[in-house]
């Protein structure tokens, strides 16, 4: 994962020298925030394992600072099949492209650790199967704690 800044008065110019700042088996659609009411950041990163896509975590104490893992392996991912149930008919094996929900839409992307609520794409297996990327049926749902597990609810 790559790191860059520039200051508010240069946005959206000036930035710097990218460089690299975590190094895993990611894959895309990264996204990261600063938790509500604690001195940490919170980044969200897609994985694959195969051809299912699921959803690692890491935090930091500064966004230059260290990310260390929090959920980072298909065990125990941050967003995956193995540790989210649907709340209706089964509807996707893969979370792909999501972002946690804020309540404000200013930069400091700020998210309720408390109250964590996830968007994302998704899609089973049996319905990908044998279709280019353009034509898959992606659908959106939202995953939400439900009794300590998140759980997921179709759009």
Request: net charge negative.
């Amino acid at each position: 994962m790559w790191r860059a800044e520039t200051k508010m008065a240069d946005f959206p110019g000036g930035w710097n020298e990218p460089a690299v700042v975590l190094r895993d088996d990611i894959f895309e659609a990264s996204h990261t925030y600063r938790l509500k009411g604690l001195k940490q950041f919170l980044t969200v990163v897609e994985a694959q394992d195969g051809g299912r896509r699921y959803y690692k975590a890491y935090l930091a104490d500064r966004l230059d600072g260290e990310w260390k893992p929090l959920a980072t392996t298909k065990e125990k991912p941050f967003a995956g099949p193995i540790n989210v149930r649907d709340s209706g008919p089964h509807w996707t094996d893969s979370f792909s492209h999501g972002e946690l929900l804020r309540d404000g839409f200013d930069q400091n992307l700020e998210v309720d650790p408390v109250n964590l609520r996830f968007l994302f794409q998704g899609i089973t297996d049996e319905a990908k199967r044998g279709k280019a990327y353009g034509d898959i049926p992606w659908r959106l749902g939202i995953l939400e704690p439900a009794d300590q597990e998140p759980s997921m609810k179709h759009r």
